[in-house]
């Protein structure tokens, strides 16, 4: 197992007891895997705060009140960078740009609590879910905007999820299909070049408990699903020919026995490599454990436990929510319940070769209801 050393951490202002929800890199981006340079880092965090910071996570500007309960940080655009976007429970979606930190679109949403965003500034979309308050079930819509003309949303799915929506992802290859997922425990895949919904719905997925995050395995069709109670699924994009038999989904169920962690932050990718980050707050770690697509079967995912990434310390005894790595210069970036970001490196006997071809609470509330651990505020 491959230890990292901690080499800084952010000065971050922000109040005692802030959680930071969400790091990324502002860097131009060609593709969801592939970026340059990292000059610039945004973060969102409990205080409804966007701040900016500098590589070596010195402070570079801050937008207080960004949107009241702050619940989503994207990027805007990928050549060049230069806006951000952020929404939160106020129905608001607001895009800055990175440099003067001024407003550039705001978009309101029909219903407020925006709980999911996602964003392409080249086919001028813009996505955005919504979270369901209740207990119980209830429509939780995707709405869809084109950004030229956002007075209102060109698409509106409004019945396919009956619970919070967590995630949403445009797949690269197929620039229609739009992933949305939730803690109703479904995946859907939406044809968005359909404005009813009945014929946008391109294929559902039951991932069998409430999904804290999905997306694609970039550059592939391959789904993947991570479940409030720690669950991990592997799923095939349905094939558009009807006589194609789709592939047995690949459940792990939960894995924190099989990978010595007591929570998963999230899938993350180191360069093309994807991995799993799941950590033990209990022992003050995080380990960053590949995902080895092997030959056996079309959905053949496997943890590679013996090229583990490590962290030790993590961020003490609180949860890491977020991590994002440059590859230029082998570093980590890690934000948490502390209200920490923190910058590591390999130690100098190793090297982060997880891929060799690429460039809380101190203790979990156990009366809290699954789904909640998850929710950025």
Known sequence: MAPLRQVSSANTGLPAGSYIYKIISTASRQDPLTYSLTDQLACISSDDSLRFYSADLQPDGVIANANENITCLERANDAP???????????????????????????????????????????????????????????????????RSPAAPLRSYVESHTDTVT????????????????????????????????????????????IAHAGFMYPGTDIYAIGTDETVSFFALQSQKEEEEEPTPKVWGDVREGLGCEYVVDLAWVGQQACVAAGKHSENHLNLIPIDKGTNGPLDYSFDLDKSISFPGAHGEEIVRDLFTDTHTNTTYTCGEDGQIRAWKPSEESTMDVDEGAASAKKRRKDKKEKARFKPY
Do not use: M
Not at 92 to 111: A, G, N
Not at 189 to 208: K, P, R
């Open 81 to 147: 960078s230069n806006v951000v976007a952020t929404a939160g429970r106020d129905g608001l979606i607001r895009f800055r740009d990175k440099r003067s930190k001024q407003k550039v679109l705001e978009i309101q949403s029909p219903h407020k609590l925006v709980s999911a965003l996602v964003c392409d500034a080249e086919k001028n979309f813009v996505a955005a879910g919504i979270e369901n308050p209740e207990d119980g079930p209830t429509c939780s819509p995707v709405y869809i905007w084109d950004q």
């Open 167 to 210: 995630n949403l992802a445009l797949h690269p290859s197929h620039p229609t299909l739009l992933l949305s997922s939730s803690t109703d425990g479904l995946i859907n895949i939406f044809d968005t070049s359909q404005a009813d919904e009945d014929d946008a719905l391109y294929q559902v997925v039951n991932h069998g408990s409430a």
